[in-house]
């Protein structure tokens, strides 16, 4: 079950600035933010100005599906020339360095068990993954395929609208708390991301903002595009998923998911790289 995602209008939250981060994050020791750090640029990815509100809704948790054209599903065992394999990434994160303070649940009623963890350049944890179907409704993402459909996402377009959950990968943070502030770890809007599961890869953009208390949501291109059932009355995965968000990085603009994948699986390969 999951909770809506939240809306600018009822969160009162402004989110910090983005930093980077120069040395391993100690257990449950946030860490300074180094902002003269240098990050690669690649093509379609960018810096955004401004802070980035999150949004709240009335509800329960949810993950939702839809768009008019079904995103390509991953085939197991595809991998292109030069891609990085899921087990290498998984690899590098090696054991959880704490940098929330707390943990989160994954559903609303359970116990609070995951952590998010830190490295130099790139955050993660380990979750379920709920279907997130809000924004542009769809024949796949609208009030009748989702009984708890949002016509609005944290962040927006270039052309102002929402984002589209069924044909674009992206990932829901939860809203800036005392637990965690995403943006002081250099976590927004446009972030790129690299969703893991059963042996798949799928890069993605954070794309919105959901519970304070509650992690593990993604939209319905994402969960097609590892291969879960992308159903947002029912379907995602119960666990063993693994987000990773690389610091500091932005596609621009949001919805370009070509230079996402491109970033993606640039970011990946010098992630296993860089110590």
Request: aromatic share 6%; proline share 9%; hydrophobic share 35%.
């Amino acid at each position: 079950m999951r909770v809506p995602s939240l809306t600018p209008a009822l969160a009162g939250v402004v989110l910090l600035a983005p930093a980077a981060l120069h040395a391993p994050v100690a257990p449950h020791t946030p860490v300074a933010a180094d902002p003269h750090r240098d990050r690669p640029v690649v093509r379609g990815e960018g810096a955004g100005a401004g802070a980035d509100p999150p949004r709240e809704r009335p509800g329960a948790r949810r993950k939702g599906a839809g768009a008019d054209a079904d995103p390509p599903r991953q085939r197991p065992g595809a991998r292109r020339k030069g891609a990085v394999a899921a087990a290498d990434l998984l690899g590098r994160l090696g054991a959880c360095h704490q940098i929330s303070h707390g943990r989160y649940r994954t559903d609303a009623g359970r116990r609070a068990t995951v952590p998010v963890c830190g490295t130099r350049n790139a955050v993660f944890w380990k979750a379920d993954l709920d279907i997130d179907c809000d924004g542009r409704s769809t024949a796949r993402c609208n009030h009748h395929t989702d009984p708890q459909f949002a016509t609005m996402t944290t962040y927006q377009q270039s052309d102002g609208r929402s984002l589209n959950a069924a044909t674009l990968p992206y990932i829901v943070v939860p809203a800036p708390s005392r637990i965690w502030n995403p943006r002081a770890y250099g976590v927004r809007g446009g972030s790129v991301a690299a969703v893991v599961y059963r042996g798949r890869v799928q890069y993605a953009v954070v794309g919105d903002t959901g519970p304070r208390d509650l992690i593990g949501e993604a939209s319905y291109a994402t969960a097609r595009g590892l291969g879960i059932r992308a159903d947002p009355d029912g379907g995602g995965a119960p666990s063993g998923v693994t987000y990773i968000v690389f610091r500091n990085s932005r596609v621009h603009p949001i919805e370009d998911r070509a230079a996402a994948a491109a970033a993606g699986a640039r970011l990946a390969r010098l992630f296993l790289t860089n110590r």
